[in-house]
């Protein structure tokens, strides 16, 4: 086994820092939506969906698109740097693979939603529309979780990342 050096464990300990943080950073926000913005725009619809529209509705599109991107790059930095660490760089692989799963399924589901809901003209023509509002917010308490499950699994990967430190 090839040795590690000092200076290449703090190198992926930083990176596994960083990416650990941003990520409980970004379910900060997932969380604070999910629990004040998601309830208004899915109380009452068409109403309550006025809050997602016009030129003064909530888009949070550009925020969620850099805070992600930001999160994904310093996930693929942690695993870069925490490569010939092979208990960590399997740990962060599984749970990119997890994230990698959910962002699809934001990318193919939610995102493509609240574009309909923001930009559908006559939202009385969207059938079923609190049902589909009902559904939306229902899964998104599921995607959030499994957020908060992947930013609970890097916990083990920083406290193994710490012993392996301490053990040099």
Not at 104 to 124: R, S
């Amino acid at each position: 086994m090839e040795a590690i050096s000092t200076s290449y464990l703090s190198r992926a300990e930083t990176w596994l820092f960083i990416t650990t943080l941003t990520y409980f950073l970004m379910n900060g926000a997932q969380l604070f939506e999910t629990a004040v913005l998601v309830p208004k725009w899915t109380a009452a619809p068409p109403e309550s969906l006025q809050l997602l529209r016009g030129k003064h509705g909530l888009d949070l599109k550009t925020f969620w698109i850099v805070i992600h991107s930001l999160h994904e790059i310093t996930f693929i930095l942690a695993v870069i740097f925490c490569w010939k660490l092979a208990p960590i760089r399997n740990g962060l692989l599984l749970l990119f693979m997890v994230h990698v799963a959910v962002r699809v399924w934001t990318l193919g589901y939610f995102a493509p939603m609240i574009l309909k809901f923001q930009n559908t003209e006559d939202l009385t023509q969207i059938p079923d529309l609190l049902r589909q509002t009902t559904l939306w917010r229902t899964l998104n308490y599921l995607r959030v979780g499994i957020f908060l499950a992947v930013s609970l699994g890097l916990i083990p990967l920083c406290l193994s990342m710490m012993t392996m430190k301490a053990g040099r």
